[in-house]
């Protein structure tokens, strides 16, 4: 079975620092990894994703994540946070093989204060 | 424009009263699928399609019926709604790579309440 823990219901960060949301993960395989974010009142949009390769994905808005297999976590990482990127982040993982079910976690919101 | 739509946008309905919700894609997606979103609980996913006749259950299928006669539609079909089917449903599609989901595109979602 797949599964997404996102431990942290919020990160707090102040504009112009480092963040951090973190993403562990479990799937029998090798796994296909996504971040998408949700700005308020809006829909879901993706934002990068992992599928094989180098394990530093670069994606939208200055994003990147790093795909760690030992620790099974690909962590969602930003040199410098803006006020707006104030969003709610979901991780979602799927398989390389097979019926493409997709397990998503349940959300981590971000909240950079200026 | 390359979207997904969904209809309806907001839908107050009572229990037991079969209802539709139709989503629809233009950018010629193999995959499709519905999600559910509630507080605390995440992205849930209800029922997803490879193709057209091809569909699969996600986490969360009890009580949902889906249908994928053609490559563009995925309705999500509620025979007999309950109140804890009150949520917030996004449908979204995918072109497949070698049979593989990619990069998802999200409907604008449909606010179901049950009283």
């Known amino acids: 079975a797949q599964s997404v823990a996102q431990p942290e219901d919020q990160v707090n960060v102040a504009e112009g620092n480092p963040l951090t949301v973190k993403c562990t993960y479990s799937?029998?395989?090798?796994?296909?990894l996504f971040w998408y974010v949700q700005y308020p009142n809006r829909g879901l949009q993706f934002l990068l994703k992992?599928?094989?390769?180098?394990?530093l994905v670069k994606g939208s808005y200055g994003f990147e994540a790093e795909f760690n297999k030992s620790q099974t976590s690909f962590h969602l990482k930003k040199p410098s946070a803006l006020v707006s990127d104030s969003a709610l982040y979901f991780c979602?993982?799927?398989?390389?093989?097979?019926?493409?079910?997709?397990?998503f976690g349940t959300g981590t919101r971000l909240l950079v204060s200026p | 424009e390359a979207q997904v739509t969904q209809n309806p946008r907001y839908l107050i309905t009572v229990t037991g009263k079969k209802l539709t919700v139709t989503c629809s894609q233009n950018?010629?997606?193999?995959?499709m699928s519905w999600y559910r979103q509630d507080p605390g609980l995440g992205l849930r996913q209800i029922y997803y399609?490879?193709?057209?006749?091809?569909?699969d259950k996600g986490d969360v299928p009890e009580g949902y019926k889906v249908s994928r006669k053609e490559k563009r539609n995925f309705p999500l079909i509620l025979e007999s709604p309950s109140p804890n089917q009150t949520s917030l449903y996004f449908c979204?599609?995918?072109?497949?790579?070698?049979?593989?989901?990619?990069?998802?595109?999200f409907g604008p979602g449909t606010r179901l309440t049950v009283l």
């Open positions: 950018m010629n997606h193999e995959y």
């Open positions: 979602a993982v799927s398989r390389n093989t097979g019926f493409q079910k997709l397990v």
């Open positions: 799937v029998s395989g090798n796994p296909y």
């Open positions: 979204a599609s995918s072109p497949l790579t070698g049979g593989i989901i990619n990069e998802q595109f």
């Open positions: 992992y599928i094989t390769g180098d394990n």
């Open positions: 399609s490879m193709n057209v006749e091809v569909t």
